[in-house]
């Protein structure tokens, strides 16, 4: 049985603008100041919450590096422990704020943060026939793309993404591992618990080494 720690990413400036009518077109959209604060106030906690942990795992997109940043990176330096940085529990891309920034980029703002685990630079788009272009090609401004066309990732994309995230979780060798990442991924991936996550809420589960099923999860913060 592994444990697992899952942490919704502090508030951004997209959950701050977005309403369902119209997209505020807030690429990647970073911490508002009231995320910052919830990430600070989770950092005083992380001690006592997240004492067994022996690897963080964060999503790329801006809002949860930072958040990672600001809540666990005095933790991973006090236990010298890693913090990975994989693409695979990305957001279901769905609206502008799920676009990320290509590798090279944010590996250069976060050298703190093990980027080996991503070998795309435009590791945000979707692995579906139609976008591939908008992958390898780089003369396309994928924001500007974006806006005219707005592509989404298809459900069974991201259901591939869960189990391949759940089978890589597996194969590692700790056994307490905690995820910075995002609302919609978390709630397909803690299926079939209905597991609404506020901003840098924090919920333990464990995920069961003979069939990758979610058990047991429990909120440790509100």
Same mark, same amino acid.
């Given at each position: 049985?592994?444990?697992?720690? =899952?942490?919704?990413?502090? %508030?951004?400036?997209?959950?701050?603008?977005? @309403?369902?009518? %119209?997209?505020?077109?807030?690429?990647?959209?970073?911490?508002?100041?009231?995320?910052?604060?919830?990430? @600070?106030?989770?950092? +005083?906690?992380?001690? #006592?919450? !997240?004492?067994?942990? +022996?690897?963080?795992?964060?999503?790329?997109?801006?809002?949860?590096?930072?958040?990672?940043?600001?809540? /666990? !990176?005095?933790?991973?330096?006090?236990?010298?422990?890693?913090?990975?940085?994989?693409?695979?529990?990305?957001?279901?891309?769905?609206?502008?704020?799920?676009?990320?920034?290509?590798?090279?980029? =944010?590996?250069? +703002?976060?050298?703190?943060?093990?980027?080996?685990?991503?070998?795309?630079?435009?590791?945000?788009?979707?692995?579906?026939?139609?976008? =591939?272009?908008?992958?390898? @090609?780089?003369?396309?401004?994928?924001?500007?793309?974006?806006?005219?066309?707005?592509?989404? %990732? #298809?459900?069974? #994309?991201?259901?591939?993404?869960?189990?391949?995230?759940?089978?890589? /979780?597996?194969?590692?060798?700790?056994?307490?591992?905690?995820?910075?990442?995002?609302?919609?991924?978390?709630?397909?991936?803690?299926?079939?618990?209905?597991?609404? /996550?506020?901003?840098?809420?924090? =919920?333990?589960?464990?995920?069961?080494?003979?069939?990758?099923?979610?058990? @047991?999860?429990?909120?440790?913060?509100?």
């Amino acid at each position: 049985m592994k444990e697992i720690y =899952i942490i919704r990413h502090g %508030e951004s400036t997209f959950n701050k603008n977005y @309403n369902e009518f %119209e997209d505020p077109y807030l690429f990647d959209a970073r911490l508002t100041e009231l995320g910052k604060e919830q990430a @600070n106030q989770l950092s +005083e906690n992380v001690n #006592s919450l !997240l004492n067994n942990i +022996e690897l963080v795992i964060t999503s790329p997109l801006t809002r949860a590096l930072d958040t990672t940043k600001i809540a /666990l !990176l005095q933790l991973i330096k006090d236990k010298s422990i890693k913090c990975l940085v994989s693409s695979i529990h990305r957001e279901l891309l769905t609206t502008s704020d799920d676009n990320g920034r290509v590798k090279s980029i =944010i590996e250069n +703002e976060y050298p703190e943060f093990d980027f080996s685990l991503i070998n795309d630079q435009r590791w945000w788009i979707p692995e579906m026939e139609e976008l =591939i272009e908008l992958k390898t @090609n780089f003369s396309i401004d994928t924001d500007q793309y974006f806006k005219k066309i707005p592509f989404r %990732e #298809s459900e069974s #994309s991201l259901l591939k993404r869960v189990e391949q995230f759940k089978q890589f /979780l597996l194969t590692r060798p700790e056994s307490s591992i905690a995820i910075v990442g995002h609302a919609d991924f978390f709630y397909y991936f803690t299926q079939p618990h209905d597991l609404p /996550l506020n901003n840098c809420q924090v =919920i333990k589960l464990n995920l069961s080494l003979s069939d990758s099923k979610i058990l @047991n999860p429990i909120y440790l913060t509100n």
